[in-house]
């Protein structure tokens, strides 16, 4: 029994596909317990590896999803959310997450917007989904997309969120 959750059904895009890389992967931090599941690659996720590695982090799987958990855990940020910030701000690539704590949910999408995330409501609960037919599937309604570069909160007094990073400016060449 609970308020809050998260599941993950996605197959290992990145390390290896065993029971440990399983998600959610759950810490235990200074700002509490956490819970995080991800969809998508970090592109930087050897290199933050090594240099976590470097200065003392154990990890217990090969998945680019622990180099968050140990960046939110090592951080020194006062808050958990500035904390997440503080991770989000140093990864690299395209992904969806979702963080669980004992209070609320935390929803983030890469700033390209790359992997999709939407918010979706089922009565008086609010969803988080990586696609709009996880709603579909259990009634929920769409509410809005998760838009790049957002990260949300969501706890017992509603949704709130902010712009952690803006859309970088690319050049293509054909």
């Given at each position: 029994k609970?308020?809050?959750?998260i599941?993950h059904?996605?197959?290992?895009?990145?390390g290896d596909?065993?029971?440990?890389?399983?998600?959610p992967?759950?810490?235990?931090?200074?700002?509490g317990?956490l819970a995080?599941a991800?969809n998508?690659?970090?592109?930087?996720?050897?290199?933050?590896?090594?240099?976590?590695e470097?200065?003392?982090?154990?990890?217990?799987?090969?998945s680019?999803?622990?180099?968050?958990?140990?960046l939110?855990?090592?951080?020194k940020a006062k808050?958990?959310?500035?904390?997440i910030?503080?991770?989000?701000?140093?990864?690299?690539g395209?992904?969806s997450l979702?963080f669980?704590?004992?209070?609320?949910?935390?929803?983030?999408?890469?700033?390209?917007?790359?992997r999709?995330?939407?918010?979706?409501k089922l009565?008086?609960?609010?969803?988080v989904?990586?696609?709009?037919?996880?709603l579909d599937l259990?009634g929920?309604?769409?509410?809005?997309?998760?838009?790049?570069?957002?990260?949300?909160?969501?706890?017992?007094?509603g949704?709130?969120?902010?712009?952690?990073?803006v859309r970088?400016?690319?050049a293509f060449?054909?």
């Amino acid at each position: 029994k609970g308020r809050l959750a998260i599941g993950h059904v996605r197959y290992s895009t990145a390390g290896d596909t065993s029971l440990r890389n399983a998600q959610p992967l759950l810490a235990n931090t200074s700002h509490g317990v956490l819970a995080l599941a991800h969809n998508g690659n970090l592109t930087n996720a050897l290199t933050l590896r090594k240099q976590l590695e470097g200065s003392g982090s154990i990890f217990q799987t090969t998945s680019d999803t622990e180099c968050i958990l140990h960046l939110v855990a090592r951080s020194k940020a006062k808050t958990l959310r500035e904390a997440i910030l503080e991770a989000l701000r140093q990864v690299e690539g395209s992904y969806s997450l979702v963080f669980c704590t004992k209070r609320e949910l935390i929803a983030a999408r890469d700033p390209y917007g790359v992997r999709p995330l939407v918010l979706g409501k089922l009565g008086n609960a609010v969803m988080v989904a990586s696609e709009t037919c996880a709603l579909d599937l259990v009634g929920a309604k769409f509410v809005r997309e998760i838009q790049p570069g957002e990260l949300a909160y969501i706890n017992g007094s509603g949704i709130r969120s902010t712009q952690f990073a803006v859309r970088p400016q690319t050049a293509f060449c054909s």
